[in-house]
């Protein structure tokens, strides 16, 4: 069965540094992996995914993650914070077509 | 906006009571998936349905079903509500390949008081 851990409930961060979220995944089958964000009060909304290929996936608003087998790992990063990015974010692996998602991380930005 | 619209968007009951959330898929979509989110549980699978068969069941408590209509969209039905079952509520869809992206709906928020 394919599992998540999201390491750090939240994280906080300077509006301009460097945004790093971490997850592990458990998979027993090359995974497809998902990074989504929830904004207050609103939906789930896809930043990037991995299935194939490239290992470093751009995604939306200047987030990327890189799958990295060797360490079962699939951190989201981006370059320079900025408020709008306080959010929470899941990443979540693809098992048996449903998505089974870690816990969360919370990012706050401080000004 | 992501092509998929649940109602309602907001839920004040009591409990023993029974509510039903509605779901249309995006178009063109035949997997449909409801999660619950909560506080304490996070975000859990609770059913897939594809093109209107049970495709697959997570977490999903007894007292509540589901369901998915000729015309795709789906029903959650939630009875003999407890306090505990206040959460919010997703529904999902995507074309059922793997990798896929599973597109989710802004969520009804349920109160049982």
């Known amino acids: 069965a394919q599992s998540v851990t999201q390491l750090g409930s939240h994280v906080s961060v300077s509006e301009g540094a460097l945004v790093l979220l971490r997850c592990n995944y458990s998979s027993s089958v090359p995974p497809y992996l998902f990074w989504y964000v929830q904004y207050p009060n609103q939906g789930l909304q896809l930043l990037l995914k991995?299935?194939?290929?490239?290992?470093l996936v751009k995604g939306i608003n200047g987030f990327e993650a890189e799958f990295k087998k060797s360490e079962t790992s699939f951190h989201l990063t981006k370059p320079s914070a900025h408020m709008s990015d306080a959010a929470e974010y899941f990443c979540a692996v693809q098992g048996a077509q449903k998505l089974v998602f870690g816990q969360g991380t919370r990012l706050t930005i401080n000004p | 906006d992501s092509g998929v619209t649940q109602t309602p968007k907001h839920l004040i009951t009591a409990t023993g009571q029974r509510v039903t959330l509605r779901c249309s898929p995006r178009?063109?979509?035949?997997?449909v998936y409801w999660y619950q989110q909560s506080l304490d549980q996070g975000l859990q699978f609770l059913i897939q349905?594809?093109?209107?068969?049970?495709?697959a069941k997570g977490n999903i408590l007894e007292r509540f079903s589901a369901q998915q209509f000729p015309d795709l969209h789906s029903e959650l039905n939630l009875s003999s509500l407890e306090l505990g079952d206040s959460a919010l509520y997703f529904c999902?869809?995507?074309?059922?390949?793997?990798?896929?992206?599973?597109?989710f709906g802004e969520g009804s928020w349920l109160t049982v008081v």
């Open positions: 991995y299935t194939t290929g490239a290992t």
């Open positions: 178009s063109g979509d035949l997997s």
């Open positions: 999902a869809s995507s074309v059922e390949e793997a990798g896929n992206t599973i597109y």
């Open positions: 349905y594809y093109n209107g068969e049970e495709r």
